[in-house]
């Protein structure tokens, strides 16, 4: 894996309500859903970028949704 570091303004996550960390999932995941759509990576990349165990996603669709197993429990997470 590689590390990278960015600079961002402080109010950047007052905005998202968020702390880095939080932001940062934020920020794979919607890099992995506009890659993804634009058919620049594969579902599997998709998941992987976004630090999920599975990805479903339609191209076509603005609707991807997306599921990471948990330990006991299936969450299922539907963006937009």
């Known amino acids: 894996m ?3 570091s960015i600079q961002l303004p402080d109010e950047i996550f007052d905005s998202f ?3 880095p960390q939080e932001f940062v999932k934020k920020m794979k995941l919607a890099a992995a859903i506009h890659w993804y759509q634009k058919g620049e990576i594969s ?5 992987q970028v976004a630090g999920l165990n599975h990805f479903v ?3 076509s669709s603005t609707q991807p949704t ?4 948990q330990s006991v429990e299936n969450r299922v997470v539907n963006l937009y």
């Open 66 to 69: 997306f599921r990471q197993n």
């Open 2 to 4: 590689i590390d990278i």
């Open 57 to 59: 996603g339609f191209r």
């Open 17 to 19: 309500r968020c702390n």
């Open 43 to 47: 579902e599997k990349k998709a998941a």
